[in-house]
């Protein structure tokens, strides 16, 4: 009787697909290190925060002891946000319990972090830890009430305290409207990129238009309605005519049939004129 069994588990197995031999060998450990979690916790009357911590950590352990132990983490996304950090928000290491891991405490801590939008966590059994990353990405500068700030194209805050390596972006200056209407604004500005590229800054005036900074010296400003159609035409005059390679300072575009220019005063020679004495000598 004996053999038979024996000879009959070894024909189910070798019938068996691998992929279910597979989640046997390991879904049964796991059940049943859930059982007895969950069988002890119902046991007790009313267990409190302390029971349950010592429960939690008795199972952990046992999954712990079975193999369930974090070996890899894979991070998908990062650019910025450094390792250490990452590693800290997730609150795992070589070695820790992967059951330990709460994905969902892990997800927030990660979209805590000043760089990342959005996370995702997966334990994968046996061992790894899988990560995903979507980081915020800067748009401009914003610069209000004396000082500047780095932000994303939500118009969200990222703490950065040195700015230098951003300082090609484009400089968004006002109050809240400013930041929270950069991204429409540069979305509208890229559909003419090789004006767009000159850009330096933006001022947002009286939450109702734009003012542009082009090559740090000449002002553009455009309508409250349509500035889209006033910017496509900028862009027509500068390629035709140069327009925006004159002495120009400023270029006012807010009046619908026609368009004024305001040009650089000429600069005087400060020097008094050269008095002539006879005999041709001048000094």
């Keep these: 009787m004996r053999k038979l069994t024996r000879a009959r588990g070894a024909r189910l197995r070798r019938r068996m697909p691998r992929h279910l031999r597979r989640i046997m060998l390991w879904g049964a450990p796991v059940a049943l290190a859930a059982g007895i979690g969950a069988g002890i ?5 009313a267990p409190g925060r302390g029971a349950r911590e010592e429960v939690s950590a008795t ?4 999954t712990g002891a079975l193999g369930f132990v974090v070996s890899d983490i894979e991070v998908e996304g990062r650019t910025t946000t450094d390792t250490a950090t990452i590693l800290a928000a997730l609150g795992a290491h070589a070695g820790t319990p992967i059951l330990a891991v709460n994905p969902t ?8 972090l000043p760089w990342v939008r959005s996370a995702s966590i997966e334990r994968r059994l046996p061992g ?5 990353l979507v980081e915020r990405m800067p748009l401009a500068v914003w610069q209000h009430d004396g000082k500047q700030e780095l932000i994303d194209r939500d118009g969200t805050v990222i703490p950065v305290s040195d700015l230098s390596r951003f300082a090609k972006l484009p400089t968004i200056v006002g109050r809240d409207e400013a930041r929270h209407g950069a991204a429409a604004l540069l979305d509208l500005l890229a559909s003419e990129p090789d004006l767009a590229e000159r850009v330096t800054a933006a001022v947002r005036v009286g939450d109702r238009r734009w003012n542009l900074r082009i090559d740090n010296a000449i002002d553009v400003l455009l309508p409250e309605d349509d500035p889209a159609s006033a ?7 500068e390629r035709t005519n140069r327009l925006l390679q004159r002495d120009v300072q400023t270029v006012d575009m807010r009046l619908p049939d026609r368009l004024v220019m305001r040009v650089n005063d000429p600069v005087k020679d400060p020097s008094p004129p050269k008095k002539t004495h006879p005999g041709g000598k001048s000094t």
């Excluded at 916790?41 to 009357?45: E, F, P, R, T, Y």
């Excluded at 910017?231 to 005059?237: H, P």
Aim: no cysteine; charged share 20%; net charge positive.
């Design 41 to 45: 916790v119902l046991a007790g009357s």
């Design 59 to 62: 199972v952990f352990s046992l």
């Design 105 to 112: 405490r892990a997800k927030e801590q990660l979209e805590s």
């Design 128 to 132: 790894t830890l899988f990560v995903r």
């Design 231 to 237: 910017w496509a035409k900028l862009a027509t005059l």
